[in-house]
């Protein structure tokens, strides 16, 4: 019923820049907390950074200052800057939403997006 597409994710070097892009599309009315979570070889999936449907964030503590989150409502889209990266940044990232599918949904839905590959290179 909804899909997330990602990119922006690839190889840069520790310092670099990359902006990661999280598009949903299908049945959505409409959409709650958008986020970004990254897992790393052998860890366990950690919540990068969150942005509310009134735009409040909040960032994991080794990310701040250094990543922004950002989203469009219009397009459906959350966004993720990530400055000055550094090789422990290296890991998959996911983009996931809560949203409701129609105007009389009782419940939230999360959804996931496939991931995308970001390594940070020293």
């Known amino acids: 019923q909804v899909q997330l597409v990602e990119s922006g994710g690839g190889l840069v070097q520790a310092g670099g820049s990359l902006r990661l892009s999280c598009a949903a599309s299908?049945?959505?009315?409409?959409?709650?907390?958008m986020g970004w979570y990254r897992q790393a070889p052998g860890k366990q999936r950690e919540a990068v950074a969150v942005?509310?449907?009134?735009?409040?964030?909040n960032y994991h503590d080794s990310v701040k200052g250094r990543f922004t989150i950002s989203r469009d409502n219009a397009k459906n889209t959350v966004y993720l800057q990530m400055n000055s990266l550094k090789p422990e940044d290296t890991a998959v990232y996911y983009c996931k939403v809560d949203l409701l599918h129609t105007s009389y949904d009782l419940l939230r839905h999360d959804y996931w997006g496939q991931g995308t590959q970001v390594t940070v290179s020293s």
């Open positions: 299908g049945t959505i009315f409409s959409i709650n907390d």
């Open positions: 942005i509310t449907s009134g735009g409040s964030t």
